[in-house]
C-alpha cells in the first residue's frame, strides 16, 4: 500500500520561508517522478512543481518560479519543497504526489497516489 505523509507546514509571515517534505512507502519511490500541488480556500487544486524520478528534471509554476525549488532524496523516500518569499497567496493546503509519468507532469490526472496534505498559512 502506498502512503504518502507530508510535513513542515505551518504559520509563517510574509517574506518567510517553510520547507515541506513529503515522506513516501509502498512503492519504489526512486522509480515514479513527483509533485506538489496546492489548494487554497475556494479555489480549484493547482500544480506548484514536479521531479522526474531522477532529480535531473524539474518544472515549477510561473507563480513560484524562483521561489520555490523541489529536491528528492531517493535514499530517504522524500521529496521536499523548499519555500522562500512566501506570499499571502501561497497559503493553501499542500498535497505531494506520486505519478507514473517518469519526467513528472504538471497534470494532476497523471498522479496516482496523494498524501493528506499539510497546512501552509502565510500572514500578510
Known amino acids: 500500500q502506498v502512503q504518502l505523509v507530508e510535513s513542515g507546514g505551518g504559520l509563517v509571515q510574509a517574506g518567510g520561508s517553510l520547507r515541506l517534505s513529503c515522506a513516501a512507502s509502498?512503492?519504489?519511490?526512486?522509480?515514479?517522478?513527483m509533485g506538489w500541488f496546492r489548494q487554497a480556500p475556494g479555489k480549484e487544486r493547482e500544480f506548484v512543481s514536479t521531479?522526474?524520478?531522477?532529480?535531473?528534471?524539474?518544472y515549477y509554476a510561473d507563480s513560484v518560479k524562483g521561489r520555490f525549488t523541489i529536491s528528492r532524496d531517493n535514499d530517504k523516500n522524500t521529496v521536499y519543497l523548499q519555500m522562500h518569499s512566501l506570499k499571502f497567496e501561497d497559503t493553501a493546503v499542500y498535497y505531494c504526489?506520486?505519478?507514473?509519468?517518469?519526467?513528472?507532469?504538471?497534470?494532476?490526472?497523471?498522479?496516482?497516489?496523494w498524501g493528506q496534505g499539510t497546512q501552509v498559512t502565510v500572514s500578510s
Open positions: 521531479i522526474s524520478w531522477s532529480g535531473r528534471i524539474t
Open positions: 509502498g512503492r519504489t519511490f526512486s522509480s515514479y517522478a
Open positions: 504526489a506520486s505519478s507514473t509519468a517518469p519526467h513528472g507532469t504538471t497534470t494532476d490526472k497523471e498522479y496516482d497516489y
